[in-house]
C-alpha cells in the first residue's frame, strides 16, 4: 500500500477530516488531498503524521498495522489542538463519524458519513410523513445483543447516547417499579414542570424560595409549598429553613440538574410521533430485560418515603 492511500485510510478510520488532519500537522487541507490523491508529504512531516494517526512510521507505510500510541492518548493530544470551547463538539463530531466501528456494515456506514458532513439541522420539513406534521426529526439509532446507540447528528440539536449492556444486564441497574411509579406521578402535577424550568433558568446550585418560586411560575403559593415539598421527597430538590429579619423563609435548591437535560430529551425521543431515521440498524434479538431472581432493590431511591432533614440558619441569608 502507498503511503497516500494509508494517510486516506487511517485519517477515515480516526473520524478525521483533511482539515482537521492538516491543522493537527500544520498545512492546508488541500496539501493533505494533494497526498491522498497520488502526492507525498515532506520527509520532515513524516513523523508528525504517524504521531497524530497514531502509529509508527512502519505503520505509515503500510508494514505495520498495530498502533504505536495508545488511542486515548491521540484523543486527548487531538482534543487539546482546540480551544476549550470546541473541544465537547469535537469530540460529539468524533463519535458520530466513528460509528461503523461498531459493526453498521460499509455501504450504510459510507452513505451516512456523507449524510453527517453535510447535516446541520435536526429536522426535516414537509416530508409527509404524518397528517398534521410539517417536520420530522431525523435520528440515528443501532440496537444489537451488545447495546445501544441512541443519536441526533445535528449541531441544532445533538445527542448521543452510548449504552453498552452490562454482563449482569440493565435490569440490575433499575429502581423498583414503585419508585419510578411514585416520581412519575408526581411529573404529572399541574405546575410540577415549571416550578423545575424556573431552577432550570437560574445559575447552577442557587437557593430559591417558594415566594419566589410560586410567583414566577404563576401558582399559587400554598400549592407551590406542597410541590415543592413533594419534590424535596422525590430527591429533586433539596430544602433549608433561613432564619431571616421576617421570620423564616423556605428556599430550595436542585439537585441533579445535569441529568434533567438528558431526561427531558429522552423523553422528547419516546413521545416523537415520526420514526424517520438518517438510518436504523436493529440487530438486537434478546429482550431488554432479563427476570431476575428476588426484587430490584436501591440505596438511595427516588421519592422515599421520609422526608429530607432540613437545616436551620441564622442570619440575613440572601435567597433568590
Not at 221 to 227: P, V
Request: proline letters at 5%; a negative charge; charged letters at 25%.
Amino acid at each position: 500500500m502507498i503511503i497516500s492511500d494509508k494517510i486516506s485510510e487511517l485519517r477515515k478510520e480516526r473520524g478525521m477530516t483533511q482539515e482537521q488532519l492538516g491543522a493537527l500537522v500544520g498545512v492546508s487541507s488541500q496539501a493533505v488531498s494533494k497526498w491522498e490523491n497520488g502526492g507525498a508529504p515532506d520527509v520532515e512531516l513524516l513523523p508528525l503524521i504517524a504521531d497524530v494517526l497514531g502509529v509508527s512510521l512502519d505503520g505509515l507505510f503500510g508494514r505495520d498495522e498495530k498502533p504505536e500510541t495508545d488511542i486515548s492518548h491521540t484523543l486527548v493530544r487531538y482534543l487539546q489542538s482546540f480551544p476549550e470551547n470546541r473541544r465537547m463538539k469535537e469530540m460529539f463530531h468524533l463519535l458520530t463519524t466513528s460509528i461503523r466501528g461498531l459493526g453498521i456494515p460499509d455501504a450504510l456506514a459510507s452513505e451516512l458519513d456523507n449524510i453527517i458532513n453535510v447535516r446541520n439541522t435536526a429536522y426535516i420539513n414537509n416530508i409527509g410523513i404524518i397528517e398534521g406534521e410539517s417536520s420530522s426529526w431525523m435520528r440515528p439509532i443501532l440496537t444489537s445483543d451488545d447495546g445501544a446507540m441512541l443519536t441526533v447528528s445535528a449541531e441544532d440539536f445533538p445527542l448521543y447516547l452510548l449504552l453498552p449492556e452490562p454482563e449482569g444486564g440493565y435490569g440490575q441497574n433499575l429502581a423498583p417499579v414503585k419508585d419510578y411509579q411514585r416520581l412519575f406521578t408526581l411529573l404529572v402535577q399541574d405546575g410540577v414542570l415549571e416550578l423545575l424550568f424556573q431552577f432550570m433558568k437560574r445559575q447552577p446550585d442557587a437557593y430559591i424560595s417558594a415566594a419566589t418560586l410560586a410567583h414566577e411560575s404563576n401558582i399559587p403559593l400554598q400549592d407551590a409549598d406542597r410541590l415543592l415539598s413533594g419534590m424535596a421527597d422525590c430527591g429533586l430538590l433539596t430544602s433549608i429553613e433561613i432564619e431571616a429579619e421576617n421570620g423564616n423563609v423556605m428556599a430550595y435548591q436542585l439537585k441533579n440538574e445535569e441529568a434533567l437535560i438528558p431526561f427531558l430529551y429522552l423523553a422528547r425521543w419516546l413521545m416523537h410521533k415520526n420514526n424517520v431515521y438518517f438510518y436504523a440498524w436493529k440487530i438486537r434479538e434478546k429482550p431488554w430485560l432479563t427476570e431476575r431472581k428476588g426484587n430490584l432493590t436501591a440505596q438511595n431511591a427516588p421519592c422515599a418515603s421520609a422526608h429530607e432533614t432540613r437545616n436551620t440558619r441564622k442570619g440575613k441569608d440572601s435567597v433568590q
